[in-house]
């Protein structure tokens, strides 16, 4: 099993569509999660970091479900600019500042 | 502006030679990370570095090299010994090594082997 595991998509959706993502990740014990969004061909940058009662950012929502080790991304009144793929990213117990990365989820909003 | 900068964007290598990826930072941060991603999967760590003159393997260190002898600088350099090097290297840094510091992205160099 990977240590983090997303649907790669591609999700394709209308604009103003709600969209969610969802993340598994294996290690029971893992101390943070975030999510990163990443342009086609860029580097990529934080969305948002998940907490465990969950947070909103705008359109964006993200919860945690410990006990069934996922965690998840809700766009709200998706836009043309939220096209990008999704990665999911964790932070296995052991200390430092190791991430793990998933392969990502694309989404592509249409007109 | 401060920021993280890699250079060059694109790297063209000819079989059997080591190249160095540039990583610069003038963020202050003490922590900095290389990765590479290949489609399909995720990012992979190769190297990081909690602390100038400082620095620990990633997963996947073979056929590479780090040295960081300034703060600011965190050079890889891609061996003859890496057998699959074509990918898209990505350097980022972070404030400290600690569990809540967020990573953050230099915009990538793509090298391609020929």
């Known amino acids: 099993r990977k240590e983090v595991e997303q649907d790669p998509g591609p999700f394709n959706v209308p604009e103003g569509a709600t969209v969610a993502f969802n993340c598994t990740y294996s290690n029971s014990a893992s101390q943070s999660f975030f999510w990163y969004r990443q342009d086609c061909r860029k580097e990529p940058k934080l969305l948002m970091s998940v907490y465990s009662s969950g947070n909103e950012d705008g359109r964006f929502t993200a919860q945690l479900n410990r006990a069934s080790q996922y965690i998840s991304l809700l766009i709200r009144d998706s836009k043309l600019s939220d096209s990008a793929t999704y990665l999911c990213v964790v932070r296995p117990p052991g200390g430092g500042n190791k991430l793990t990365f998933g392969t990502g989820t694309q989404l592509k909003v249409e007109l | 502006d401060g920021g993280i900068t890699q250079s060059p964007k694109y790297l063209f290598r000819k079989e059997g030679q080591n190249v160095t990826l540039s990583c610069e930072q003038n963020?202050?941060?003490?922590?900095m990370y290389w990765y590479r991603q290949d489609p399909g999967q995720g990012l992979r760590l190769i190297y990081y570095s909690q602390i100038v003159n400082d620095f620990q393997k990633g997963d996947i260190a073979e056929g590479y090299s780090v040295s960081r002898e300034k703060k600011e600088s965190f050079p890889l350099t891609v061996t003859s010994a890496q057998k699959n090097p074509t990918a898209f290297y990505l350097c980022?840094?972070?404030?400290?090594?600690?569990?809540?510091?967020?990573?953050?992205f230099g915009p990538g160099t793509r090298l391609l082997v020929l």
């Open positions: 980022a840094s972070s404030i400290s090594s600690g569990n809540q510091e967020t990573q953050y």
């Open positions: 963020l202050n941060h003490d922590a």
